[in-house]
């Protein structure tokens, strides 16, 4: 499987290290404990899944968002339970994270009493990878699903701009034995990053993957400026699907009247929506059969012979399960660029960084 | 948007007239009235939306499976509330439109109480189109979602062989001034029926919708023996999902564990398990509101420059609700084929067939 390799300048640093350097750092900076708490738990755990797209990297963006206004780093939640098993959410423009997380909490604890339970959050901003509420509820031994509108980044199915976001799905399912299934999927093909990787590498991209300005497909990653939903109409309908939750049924702007997460002013917020769900599996079948058959079913497709030597079949999680248990051991790598920005913070909040390696 | 043609020997039927045939048909046949009616209706309204896959065309092979054993005609229905918000239906072998669309309904008594209703079906067989059941709940202005899951057809992805179904995933939501949004998606970029269509006009399939007996990829449709996930690991992702719901949550067998719905002996039952949801909109939003927004949505989204002359940016249901409008006024077509079929179901069960044209 091979190590993380650092680039030149780049290093690398223990995961509960960095948590900590994180969690120091935003609280310095003025957010509230509870808070940077849910925000540190979030980076690092996406870091550590190898979702570097979403992970530790982002922090000073959202520093910087804090210190701007876009950000509340002291927020008043507004919770409320409108039914047996639903309940808004109000983050009160604090980040994503903590209102994220919170919902999921809430979520939870409406499941525990009434089979499932459902939050809609209104009044957040972007809350990293959808994988960390959902894996939040599959601790509980509950099925979880996490929703994220975003702005307008995907072409539009037979259109030639963008109006939809890449709106992601997150899917949980505890699985005896081992962590559980974890589904955290973009409905475009690729995200931006990964182009913007194929750019700096000088490398094309797959068919399917962007478009150009004028809406024509293009393999040029230069070209890409909007990227392509996964199986034509369906990952369109499949974005449009999150955009009805975590737009229409939050009350929150949608697709195009979404602003930009790095073009807009810093200071001007996002009014993001999300939607989480939590699912008790004993109101359906017994947890621990439950248990049983998903390490069954992950067992057989493990099993499956692959069409290439060498590689496995794998399901949803494995590739970010394996990463976790490499970097658990051998830290997190930073870019030089990232680690520059780290040692600024550092300065700037006078908390100390180790590093593991460089 | 051009009239269906109908092929040498075919005919229109109209809707209601058919519906009415295969109505009495089935009652003939041995079906309850009820189990009769949820099987009509579930026919009639996927036909008259151009999902002509899973439509009348059907009637011949359920109703041999009735006679054959595999569907029971007089179901004794099990419905367990399990929680405010959940509940379990055993659907006795009964048609899967009978259970699906019972659980449909238990799924907007409930979340009409709590919020929200979640039904997992067990003991069903094939349903159909899943937007039936979704587009049920719609029509109580709330939002539906249904799943099933279906005999292994999809490429495993990086693997050599099937496992998981082409495991649909339906969504709808109210939109005000015109019928509900309605994504029905499988979650491979074709169905077989697709692929037959291909070998029958000699037509390679494009890029992406098959592969061959070893596992690998070809546009040969006669080559064709496997279908490929939308967007590689994030379709196969989605079916995953869907079997969780569907075959682990209802204790039901899955993936290559489900027989085959026409290889199988007709006397065997399928043991098929769905997942119904239903949210209420009121306890997130002002049902009105939502639907306004909604209505704004699909405007500004229909509004959208069309990266081809003549051809309009559209959302999810679109095209069904094209297709059904006018085959409401010029009746469903019957190839030949399945106009024999019916003639010969016409003569058996003295059920007299009205057609419109030939």
Redo the contacts between chains.
Sequence with gaps: MGGDKVAMGGVKISGKKLHCFINKTLIKAGARKDVAGYVSGGLIQTSLRGVDSHGVRLLPHYIASMKAGRINPDPKYRFRK?????G?LDGDHTFGHAAGMEAARKAVELAR????G?V?VCNSTHFGAAAYYSLEIAKHDM?GLSFTHADSLMK??????A?LGTNP?S?T?PIQGEGP?C?D?ATT?YNFNKVKQLREHGLDAP??VGADEG??DTTDPHKISMLLP??????Y??S??V???C?????MP??PHISSMFKAPLSQKRFLGHFICA???????DKK??KK??AA?VR??RR?????KG??????GDPEKKTFARRMKEGIPLSAAEFEDFNRLSDEYGVKLEIISD
């Design positions: 409108t039914s047996f098993s639903t808004t009493k009434s089979g499932t459902h809609a099925i539009t199915y037979a259109g030639k701009r109006f799905i899917f399912a299934l589904l999927m093909l068919e399917g809406g024509f996964i199986g034509g109409y369906k990952g309908g499949l449009l699907m955009e009805v939750l737009g229409i049924l939050t009350g949608y697709g699912i008790k599996i004993d109101c359906f079948q059969v439950f058959r998903m079913l057989e497709l499956e012979p692959s069409i290439e590689r496995q079949v794998q399901v949803a």
